[in-house]
T-cell receptor, first 114, second 116 residues
Framework: AQSVTQPDIHITVSEGASLELRCNYSYGATPYLFWYVQSPGQGLQLLLKYFSGDTLVQGIKGFEAEFKRSQSSFNLRKPSVHWSDAAEYFCAVGAPNRDDKIIFGKGTRLHILP | GAGVSQSPSNKVTEKGKDVELRCDPISGHTALYWYRQRLGQGLEFLIYFQGNSAPDKSGLPSDRFSAERTGESVSTLTIQRTQQEDSAVYLC??????????????FGSGTQLSVL
């Protein structure tokens, strides 16, 4: 079964600074990987996903993530954060099997300093 | 429908009572998921439906929890004899087919359950 770890519970960055949120997964083969964002008072929204192919994935709102098989990681990055990026970010992993579920990490809460 | 709809949006109940939470997925979506999110915590997988069958019930915390789904439509999550530790936001999500491509999940706004 797959699992996912987000080592950082809280991250604080200044507006305009770069951002990297860490995600590590455990799965016997290449998993399907996702990043979701949960903004205050809003539902979860998909930022980006990786299934196969190019290991650098572009998403919405200027986010990108890189799949690194050797490190079992799928870290989320943004070159310059905006105050509106303050939210909770969840990494999720799915398995290429019809009956497999999607497992979420515990989340990283991003705080933005003005 | 236009999105995933959950009802009620808020439910306050007394310890020991039964509650039923409802999820209306997006029309045509065959895969449906229930997750629980305790205050300040991540999403905890509960159960996954493919059509009206549940290939994976491994996340249900105890036998007080059960879920069913009618065809490829409405799902209900029932919690019997509620306990205070059941207090959480219960999130429902649906996707077009689940499975091999594990497509994008569309989430509802959740049901905030408070057990007094």
């Amino acid at each position: 079964a797959q699992s996912v770890t987000q080592p950082d519970i809280h991250i604080t960055v200044s507006e305009g600074a770069s951002l990297e949120l860490r995600c590590n997964y455990s799965y016997g083969a290449t998993p399907y990987l996702f990043w979701y964002v949960q903004s205050p008072g809003q539902g979860l929204q998909l930022l980006l996903k990786y299934f196969s192919g190019d290991t650098l994935v572009q998403g919405i709102k200027g986010f990108e993530a890189e799949f690194k098989r050797s490190q079992s990681s799928f870290n989320l990055r943004k070159p310059s954060v905006h105050w509106s990026d303050a939210a909770e970010y969840f990494c999720a992993v799915g398995a290429p099997n019809r009956d497999d579920k999607i497992i979420f990490g515990k989340g990283t809460r991003l705080h933005i300093l003005p | 429908g236009a999105g995933v709809s959950q009802s009620p949006s808020n439910k306050v109940t007394e310890k020991g009572k039964d509650v039923e939470l409802r999820c209306d997925p997006i029309s045509g979506h065959t895969a449906l998921y229930w997750y629980r999110q305790r205050l300040g915590q991540g999403l905890e997988f509960l159960i996954y439906f493919q059509g009206n069958s549940a290939p994976d019930k491994s996340g249900l915390p105890s036998d007080r929890f059960s879920a069913e789904r009618t065809g490829e439509s409405v799902s209900t999550l029932t919690i019997q004899r509620t306990q205070q530790e059941d207090s959480a936001v219960y999130l429902c999500a649906s996707s077009k087919q689940g499975g091999p491509t594990n497509e994008k999940l569309f989430f509802g706004s959740g049901t905030q359950l408070s057990v007094l």
